[in-house]
């Protein structure tokens, strides 16, 4: 039992800090869009990593 609640808490702690990392991703691209001055180019990235 104290297996599977760790477990579901390392779960849940990833699945938020995934969240809060999209976020911040998110205001830092908002932030450089309003900074940009001249003509730029968005570029799609994907990180994965899987954690065991």
């Not at 849940?12 to 869009?33: C, F, G, M, N, P």
Request: aromatic residues 2%; hydrophobic residues 40%; charged residues 40%.
């Amino acid at each position: 039992m104290i297996r599977t609640t760790r477990r579901r808490a390392k779960e849940e702690l990833l699945i938020s800090l995934k969240e809060a990392v999209t976020d911040i991703i998110e205001l830092r691209r908002q932030q450089a869009r309003r900074e940009m001055t001249n003509d730029y180019e968005e570029v799609l990235l994907a990180i994965s990593k899987e954690v065991n």
